[in-house]
């Protein structure tokens, strides 16, 4: 989808380097005994002729449910924290919007208190006496994302500080290409796996040499998540 982005469960544990079965009970919901568990929120796709696949922001917003999930926060409380987090900053994906990073602390802090999670030492740093949100909502989780006009994730790039790799909904259905040239990085390292030639690799799609070495480490460290998936 143009603009929105399209990814199978695969592909968004493949970007996020999170196993698929999470991603598919945090997107898709899960059934635990007798009880239905909906997804934490409806994906982007969701109204689409393809509701099975996911857009960007689904895959960005996945990122930071798995941080608080890696910090004991438990599902039920990052479900109410959505919730109240699109209610109080107005977006249908608050985790990633850009006052999410600077204002979101006071609005998870208010979940926790009401699920009776302030008390779990792991969720609290006994030190300074500071929620898991600054353990989790840190700069280094969103420095890889550009914003629009109105603090929306707009684009990731998620390998390097030099940003040649970029996740853009508008481009390629959000799958990885280079930045300037918008070749797809999985077509650089098809090429790369027949030349053995990184330079030859970079004179047949006329991309610097640097653009496409970074697509093939790219495509090689997703390969070995596949590997390990």
């Known amino acids: 989808m143009i603009g929105t982005g399209l990814y199978t469960i695969g592909e968004v544990a493949i ?5 698929a079965p999470q991603v598919g009970r945090w997107l898709r919901g899960y059934r635990s005994g007798h009880r239905t568990y909906p997804p934490l929120w409806s994906s982007e796709l969701s109204d689409s002729p393809l509701p099975q696949a996911f857009g960007c922001h689904d895959l960005l ?3 930071v449910v798995h941080a608080f999930r890696r910090h004991g926060v438990s599902l039920p409380t990052i479900r109410k924290a959505c919730q109240h987090a699109r209610e109080y900053f107005e977006r249908p994906y608050p985790f990633t919007c850009q006052r999410f990073l600077t204002d979101g602390r006071a609005v998870f802090a208010e979940i926790l208190e009401q699920a009776g999670e302030v008390e779990n030492t792991r969720l609290l740093d006994m ?3 500071q929620y898991v949100f600054e ?8 420095a890889g994302i550009e914003y629009d006009t109105s ?5 990731w790039f998620p ?3 030099k940003r040649r790799i970029v996740l853009d909904p508008a481009r ?3 799958k990885p290409i280079l930045t300037e040239s918008g070749v797809p990085t999985e077509a650089l390292f098809a ?3 027949v030349e053995q030639d990184s330079r030859r690799v970079a004179a047949i799609y006329e991309v610097p040499v640097v653009d496409a070495e970074a697509a093939i480490r790219y495509e090689q460290h997703l390969n070995e998540q596949r590997l390990t998936a």
């Open 15 to 19: 970007f996020t380097h999170i196993p």
């Open 61 to 63: 917003e996945v990122r």
């Open 127 to 129: 030190a300074r006496k």
């Open 135 to 142: 353990k989790v909502v840190r700069p280094s989780l969103y």
């Open 151 to 155: 603090g929306s994730a707009q684009r």
């Open 159 to 161: 390998a390097d500080r």
């Open 172 to 174: 390629n259905f959000g």
């Open 191 to 193: 090429a790369f796996q």
